[in-house]
């Protein structure tokens, strides 16, 4: 698989990744035989960067990983995990001594004693501006409890500010075919500046690997189901906060571009590496096949500059109007 530098970590992670949320919670149950089986498929399919966070099923995501890891055979792995989403989401909670607790939760969790990339976890806008928070993220790094540091955001603005922190290695946001706010200066920001870029959300919660219809349902656990107007969370994480009928329609646009034997998600996965910027694509899988599936889109050819101009058409036309000015 293609190998690419992950931005200030100075580390090099295979294009296409592991989102690890589905392996905790909220997307359905995922027994740990299932959760191992999708690791051990990705990891021999190429895939050299793990994504996962505390909250992720209490730890449970974290805990899997770990025992996983633990089995050997997943050397020179990159696991990214993310802190602050367990608490309430008030700035004054983002302190040295939390980032110490939280930590120290993680390494447990994982097994290790120092992690390598610990990213916030869509804080408070306010925390991006505070340079205590910074101060403290630089000390765990000097204690070596993390290699590195990074961020996950909802917006533009708070990855903008972000990039512009010099210790901030990896910045983690929502890019997709329905979620094209980020190329115009997020990721050229990015790109200048030397901090990595891991899309995430890029199947759109699932409707770009076109398998969903207007008569598909989810479990009572799955946040698609539970979060569709933003009951739980930033509406933005599912669906990337399309209407899920306008996401549909926007999919049956897009399908005619998908080259012959090519899947859709796997056609959804090559255009985000295609963006100048992107680091690595962390797409979630619930079973070994859909692991090797995704990963497999690291093979494809670049798409042409007119598929390229096609996707952006649908996106102007149909999804622009609901998510160009909020993410």
Sequence with gaps: MEERVLGRTGRKVGVVGLGAWQLGADWGTVDESQARSVLAAAVEA???????????????SEQLIGRFLAGGGAEGVTV???????????????????FRAWT?????????????LVQLHCPPTAVYGDDAVFDA???????????????SVETRAEALTAIARPGVASVQIILNMLRLGPLREVLPAALEAGVGIVARVPLASGLLSGRYDESTTFAADDHRNYNRHGEAFDVGETF???????????????RPLVPEEVAMAQFALRWIIDQPGVSVVI?????????????????????????LDAVREVYEELIAPQVANRW
């Design 240 to 254: 990337s906060g399309v209407d899920f009928a306008a996401g549909l329609e926007a999919v049956r646009r897009l």
């Design 283 to 307: 797409p979630g899988a619930r079973s070994p096949e859909q692991a090797r599936g995704n990963a497999a889109a690291a093979a494809l050819a670049p798409l042409p500059q007119d598929t």
């Design 80 to 98: 990214a995990t993310k802190m602050g989403r367990r608490v309430p989401q008030e700035p004054a909670a983002y302190t040295l001594d939390n």
């Design 104 to 116: 120290d939760r993680s390494r447990a969790n994982l097994g290790v004693d120092r992690l390598d």
């Design 137 to 151: 993220l630089d000390t765990l790094v000097a204690e070596e409890r993390i290699a590195a540091y990074g961020v």
């Design 46 to 60: 190429g895939v050299t960067f793990i994504d996962t966070a505390d909250v992720y099923g209490d730890g449970r």
